[in-house]
């Protein structure tokens, strides 16, 4: 339904002139990662964050002071899970209008619908970007200094999507980082393989479920001493759920950090967001093992292992 689509609107002092022409300088106020042309009917476009985003656009549609409408005929949106050309034939569209004095613009990404995997982290995205950057390039005729920190800012969007606890615990660093390597303390008694050094491999299992096996396959993917640990999933089956692989290619990481004599571990589930099938039975899972067990184990020796 068209009211599903993402939308935002945003009003001016500026001409509709100012307001058109402003669009079409797409690297002021989107990204400049830009290659193509933004002009006139036909040109195309490509957007290219490295392994983040790629989309290519083209104008299908321009009327002067009045519309522009881009059609997405490639994309490639590497962080979320599942459908990654979602933003493929979807089009964004830019209608211009007048309120007494002042200029209306109001912008739909059609096709961008609640239903998308990819939409709560493009909603906040748009909103962002037409909001602040396009409003701070029309009004000023400079770019928003924040165009400049825009990779930490998807950076940012991105971890506040996926799964995200903090806490802190009565240890160094290094002790914390130890602990961590230790699962049968904290997670798993029955945890098979090593979690100590870089590329050790290891296997977490669970419950039967009518004779299933479930288990999650880890390779330890980056270990930097003291500060962060990276455990990358290879393999998994997760019979409770309709995609029992939904953890394939998800990444658990651990960042360590001093505070005063204690530590302070922020830990992500990257690709566990909301939408997907586990999340929220994971979340509860998750809040048990790190904000309980771990804890615990690191704070007092002793975890509460499954």
């Known amino acids: 339904m068209e009211q599903e689509n993402l939308t935002a609107t945003i009003e001016v002092a500026q001409s509709a002139e100012q307001v058109f022409h402003a669009i079409t300088d797409v690297t002021k106020w989107w990204s400049k990662d830009f290659v193509g042309n933004s002009l006139k009917l036909n040109d195309e476009f490509i957007i290219h964050h490295p392994n983040q985003h790629y989309s290519k656009q083209k104008l299908v549609e321009v009327i002067p002071y009045k519309k522009i409408v881009w059609l997405v005929t490639e994309s490639n949106l590497n962080w979320i899970k599942g459908n990654k050309d979602e933003w493929t034939n979807t089009r964004m569209i830019f209608e211009i209008s007048s309120k007494g004095d002042n200029t209306l613009l109001h912008f739909t990404h059609e096709g961008l619908v609640p239903e998308k995997e990819c939409y709560p982290m493009c909603s ?3 909103n962002m970007i037409i909001k602040n950057w396009l409003f701070h390039f029309i009004t000023t005729g400079i770019p928003s ?44 008694h ?37 500060e962060k640990v990276v455990w990358k999933v290879t393999n998994c089956n997760l019979p409770w759920f309709k995609d029992k692989t939904e953890w394939n290619n998800t990444e658990v990481v651990f960042e360590i950090s001093p505070a005063d004599d204690k530590a302070t571990i922020d830990f992500t589930h990257v690709g566990l967001v909301p939408g997907v099938e586990c999340y929220e039975a994971c979340e509860r899972g998750w809040d048990g093992h790190v904000t309980n067990s771990l804890v615990r184990f690191i704070n007092e020796g002793k975890g509460i292992p499954q």
């Open 145 to 188: 200094p924040e165009i400049a920190k825009a990779a930490d800012i998807r950076n940012q969007l991105l971890k506040d999507m996926n799964y995200h606890r903090t806490i802190l615990v009565n240890a160094s660093p290094a002790e914390a980082m130890k602990k961590i390597s230790q699962i049968n303390h904290w997670w798993k």
């Open 190 to 226: 029955d945890f098979i393989g090593n979690a100590e050094r870089q590329q050790d491999r290891f296997t977490v299992p669970f419950n039967e479920l009518n004779g299933e096996k479930s288990f999650v396959d880890f390779v330890v993917s980056e270990i930097v001493p003291n």
């Open 124 to 126: 906040k995205g748009w």
